[in-house]
């Protein structure tokens, strides 16, 4: 799992996969983790001192985004608005470093949790966005 932090990443989400609107205020942002299950056979007609690993499938986790949260703002709205519901398939999430897209992902379903952080007076919400799979461009 890699967490980004810092002023330097961005998340952007787009319910059309044209239109991209930034995500205000991120603290962090969890990378999804891919994994591969497989499986290691020994070929009948080799003779190969290994068996050749097999690939039977591959899992993709979440992206996870903490931000400042602000009741307020626009885009907090809007992604409040979209918590439970289906996207369609045109639906991405992106990762940006500076102005570089970093990573884009295809997005099914978000989630959220919101935390009082009653010592500052401040909400946190974490949006979780679950990824359908990667998009290479």
């Known amino acids: 799992m890699s ?14 996969g044209t239109n991209f609107t930034t995500v205000p205020q991120v603290e962090t942002i969890t990378i ?4 591969y299950d497989s499986e290691t056979v020994q070929l009948l007609d080799s003779n190969a001192q290994y068996g050749q690993k097999v690939i039977l499938g591959s899992t993709i986790g979440d992206l996870t985004v903490t931000v400042a949260y602000d009741p307020s703002n626009t885009t907090h709205t809007q992604l409040d608005g979209l918590v439970g519901s289906e996207m369609a398939s045109t639906a991405k999430v992106r ?16 989630s959220q949790e919101i935390q009082e952080i009653a010592k500052r007076s401040v909400l946190r919400a974490t949006y979780t966005f679950h990824v359908g799979a990667p998009i290479t461009s």
Do not use: C, H, M
């Open 3 to 16: 967490i980004l932090s810092g002023r330097s990443f961005s998340v952007e989400f787009s319910t059309d």
């Open 32 to 35: 999804p983790n891919i994994t």
């Open 95 to 110: 990762v940006k470093k500076g102005e570089t897209v970093f990573k884009t992902y295809s997005w099914i379903g978000l």
